[in-house]
């Protein structure tokens, strides 16, 4: 996690709660209709990791557990993790890239309607990405993985040896004559571990990106209709191939990169294949970046300027996020990968309690206002979801009221108290467990470890059908709650079932 220069530790102020008849009053609980999107209030819960899926991708207990009880806290919307379009391994991450997943995920679907009565709209989170390596240990570097070319000869005047020889004499080299003797990208593998780019069109696979994406996409997005999902969201964020293709760094010169048009390109081919696979009368959404947060990234004019193209091709919503990208992320420890949440880009997308004069509140608020106020000046209502440090009712009011948002996205604190939806429907705000912005979560999904709460993951442990974390120090799901005036009211109780 970036420590900013500032330090400044900032305090949690969720402010006033409202009574029930207050609540039943506020823009947060009113509710919400937009081409196909139809919701019975404002809150969202955006996707997160949670490392819980088989080793093959499937959805099992674990998984069904955890967004059971995010739906128990009934917010208008919840959207499933970043799911994997392709049929490719990639550990206890969910996927759908194959027919075989579907059953998995239909189970989820009807977990989640049961837990939220049918007033929980569940969405899924379709993501590509391209591979990165963990930071090899140098030695291994040199001995197996650096190709040897004639630049690396010519520079240590070794025409003539064996490529094991000129292995070894690398791994000998100090830092310094490394950096004359590798270039760039042989360098990032060495300090970072290999990460593969939307520009490399030299490789094959990724010079064929724009024909194979929008057909990856369109069958998984017919597979979570088929499942029985509310609608699905195009993963257009962070560090991920869609969002990398949007980047001002994207330099393809085969016209899906350079200028913006040329960057939406493919993104727009994407969600085209997939309004073609489900559909008019379903929800096709995206969640792209109010601002790339790097050094030579897309800015909130580029942002909006996509804005208004996604929505002018038919997206049902636009969800923002801001930063979270590997060009800015903190060198991993060998035998770790990198993490895109590391660095200035990714404080920006999670930010810390601990944070400079701006605080962790509300970052992304002013942009999302510039990226609607640019919709609406194009003639487009396509509904906008805001996260970021979001977890006071009077907050998400405000942010209603101002028009910076149509949907109030709350993830961490939605993490720390899943009933903070309901809570505050139900008076009780002041029994809500208020997240601390401390990150331990974050830092859970950087390690690739099942992810928990810190405010509850050592609560009631012997409590009797508590779930345990694999190395059985922490519970896997937020304890229960029942509202204290109703305790025998089964409707509102979000107990275990
Ligand atoms: C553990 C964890 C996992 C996350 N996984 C995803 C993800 O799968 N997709 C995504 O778009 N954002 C992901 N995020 C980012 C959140 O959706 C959200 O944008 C961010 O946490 C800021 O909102 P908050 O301040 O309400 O938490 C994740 C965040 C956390 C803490
Ligand atoms: S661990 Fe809990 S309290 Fe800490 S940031 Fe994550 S959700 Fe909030």
Not at 474 to 488: E, I, Q
């Amino acid at each position: 996690m970036l420590k900013p220069v500032e330090h400044i530790r900032h305090r949690p102020a969720p402010g006033r709660w409202p009574d029930v008849a207050q609540a039943a009053r506020a823009r947060l609980f009113s509710p919400l209709a937009h081409r196909n999107l139809r919701l019975a209030q404002r809150s969202w819960v955006p996707a997160m990791v949670p490392w819980r899926a088989s080793e093959d991708g499937y959805v099992n207990d674990d998984v069904m557990d955890w967004y059971r009880r995010f739906a128990r806290g009934r917010p208008g919307a919840l959207v499933v993790e970043a799911t994997g379009v392709r049929d490719i391994s990639s550990g206890p991450l969910l996927r759908i890239g194959h027919d075989r997943y579907q059953p998995g995920l239909e189970k989820l679907v009807e977990a989640v309607r049961e837990a939220s009565d049918g007033e929980t709209r569940l969405f899924i989170q379709l993501i590509d990405f391209l591979p990165i390596r963990r930071r090899p240990a140098p030695a291994t570097y040199f001995a197996r993985y650096l190709k040897i070319t004639g630049r690396h000869r010519r520079a240590l005047g070794a025409e003539n040896w064996s490529e094991a020889r000129v292995r070894k004499a690398l791994a000998e080299l100090d830092e310094t004559t490394l950096e004359r003797v590798l270039d760039a990208r042989e360098l990032e593998a060495l300090q970072m571990g290999l990460r593969e780019r939307v520009t490399d069109t030299q490789h094959p696979h990724i010079r064929a990106l724009p024909r194979v994406l929008p057909g990856c996409f369109a069958r998984a997005a017919l597979r979570a209709r088929d499942a029985g999902f509310d609608g699905v969201e195009l993963h257009y964020a962070h560090a991920y191939t869609l969002a990398s293709l949007l980047s001002a760094r994207n330099t393809r010169g085969d016209g899906y990169g350079g200028a913006r048009e040329q960057r939406v390109r493919l993104p727009l081919e994407v969600y085209h294949a997939v309004r073609r696979a489900v559909g008019d009368k379903y929800v096709v959404g995206c969640r792209f970046l109010s601002e790339d947060c790097i050094a030579g990234g897309s800015s909130l004019e580029d942002a909006c300027y996509f804005a208004v193209a996604l929505a002018r091709a038919g997206m049902d919503f636009l969800s923002l996020s801001r930063g979270g990208k590997f060009e800015d992320a903190r060198q991993p420890k060998i035998g770790e990968a990198a993490y895109p949440y590391t660095g200035a880009s990714g404080y920006e997308c999670i930010p810390h309690v601990i944070s400079d004069r701006r605080g962790p509140f509300g970052r992304n608020l002013e942009a999302a206002a510039a990226i609607r106020a640019a919709l609406r000046a194009a003639g487009e209502q396509t509904p906008v979801v805001v996260a970021g440090g979001i977890h006071g009712f009077e907050q998400a009011e405000r942010i209603l009221a101002r028009g910076q948002a149509d949907l109030v996205g709350v993830a961490r604190q939605a993490l720390a108290d899943p009933d903070w939806f309901l809570k505050i429907r139900l008076g009780h705000g002041d029994a809500i467990r208020t997240c601390s912005y401390s990150n331990y979560c974050e830092g859970l999904d950087q390690r690739h470890k099942q992810v928990t709460c810190q405010l509850w993951d050592r609560v009631a442990m012997d409590e009797s059908g508590v779930k345990r974390s694999k190395d059985g120090r922490r519970r896997l799901v937020a304890p229960a709650w029942t509202p204290p005036a109703r305790a025998d009211a089964r409707n509102t109780s979000t107990e275990m079932r």
